[in-house]
């Protein structure tokens, strides 16, 4: 039987020396809790799973993502002795996110971990351990496995799902464009394919990438156009409005400043401006009454 690495990410997470944050325990706790990190690292760097397993109380157990459930000492070294004989070189990561102490001989530990192979890719997996304190010595009570999500801001970035699909836009003088819409994996973003035509003549394209900044805690997006500018903008939801304040550098240089709006009409019509223009810091033309088209 083929032992599958991800159900083996869960008791690595004992490695907390090296997250540095999430201990609230005093210092001999936290060192003593690092002491047992080390040992962890060393036995499962030297393949040594009869060490592995003793970290865990005598009736410790493990429960994979399936709900398979190891218990007990000797279950758990034979799970590792088939991971160590069919998976060489294998390297660990984790990220914990929390460690609390309900209790003075417990404590609850819950992060990411991660571990990769010689040759593919790494195996990632959600967890949940108990540790308890017994005779003095910090031991794994409980483990459990979850499946791993990657993290989303997606979020943040519902006000705007409506935005997704193609659209397109005819100015009254023969300017036009062609938008795209679509999520990016895992929808931490929304990527923008467009285009700008006179007349059925290409002038330019480009992608914009629109996500959440944390820090500044607003919708930022980034563009980057086919023939070297690229530009900047913030932006802010104003009822049926969408405002975007827009800083960008065009291919020769030059820096252009604008803020868009764009209005929603209906569910297949947005209405479009770009207002205080500036090119080099000198006033330039407004853009108004733009209609984009859903295509459907």
């Known amino acids: 039987m083929r032992i599958r690495l991800s159900l083996f990410l869960v008791p690595l997470a004992v490695l907390g020396l090296m997250a540095g944050r999430g201990w609230a325990q005093n210092n001999a706790e936290e060192?003593?809790?690092?002491?047992?990190?080390?040992?962890?690292?060393e036995a499962f760097q030297k393949g040594d799973a009869k060490?592995?397993?003793?970290?865990?109380?005598?009736?410790?157990?493990?429960?994979?993502?399936?709900?398979?459930?190891?218990?007990?000492?000797?279950?758990?070294?034979?799970?590792?002795?088939?991971?160590?004989?069919?998976?060489?070189?294998?390297?660990?990561?984790?990220?914990?996110?929390?460690v609390r102490f309900p209790l003075p001989n417990?404590?609850?530990?819950?992060?990411?971990?991660?571990?990769?192979?010689?040759?593919?890719?790494?195996?990632?997996?959600r967890y949940t351990i108990v540790h308890v304190k017994k005779d003095g010595e910090w031991q794994l009570e409980s483990v459990r496995d979850a499946v791993y999500t990657p993290p989303t801001n997606y979020e943040h970035l519902k006000p705007l799902e409506w935005i997704i699909g193609d659209w397109v836009a005819e100015g009254p003088t023969g300017e036009g464009a062609t938008l795209s819409f679509s999520c990016a994996p895992h929808q931490n973003f929304i990527?923008?394919?467009?285009?700008?035509?006179?007349?059925?003549?290409?002038?330019?394209?480009?992608?914009?990438?629109?996500?959440?900044?944390?820090?500044?805690r607003t919708i930022r997006a980034w563009a980057f156009d086919v023939t070297?500018?690229?530009?900047?903008?913030?932006?802010?939801?104003?009822?049926?409005?969408?405002?975007?304040?827009?800083?960008?550098?065009?291919?020769?240089?030059?820096?252009?400043?604008?803020?868009?709006?764009?209005?929603?009409?209906?569910?297949?019509?947005?209405?479009?401006?770009?207002?205080?223009?500036?090119?080099?810091?000198k006033p330039a033309p407004d853009i108004k009454g733009v209609k984009l088209k859903r295509v459907k």
């Open 51 to 98: 060490t592995l397993a003793s970290l865990w109380t005598p009736e410790g157990d493990y429960t994979d993502q399936r709900g398979k459930n190891i218990k007990g000492r000797e279950a758990l070294e034979k799970l590792f002795t088939e991971l160590f004989s069919e998976n060489k070189g294998l390297k660990l990561r984790i990220n914990i996110e929390s």
């Open 228 to 281: 070297g500018g690229f530009g900047e903008a913030t932006w802010a939801k104003d009822g049926d409005k969408l405002v975007a304040k827009l800083n960008a550098v065009r291919r020769d240089g030059s820096k252009m400043t604008a803020t868009n709006t764009a209005t929603r009409v209906d569910a297949d019509t947005v209405e479009f401006q770009s207002t205080d223009r500036t090119m080099d810091g």
């Open 191 to 216: 990527i923008n394919k467009f285009s700008t035509t006179f007349r059925d003549m290409t002038l330019g394209e480009g992608t914009q990438w629109i996500g959440w900044d944390p820090a500044a």
């Open 31 to 41: 060192e003593a809790l690092k002491k047992k990190a080390e040992a962890f690292v």
């Open 106 to 125: 417990v404590a609850v530990e819950d992060g990411t971990t991660e571990v990769a192979p010689e040759h593919g890719p790494p195996s990632r997996a």
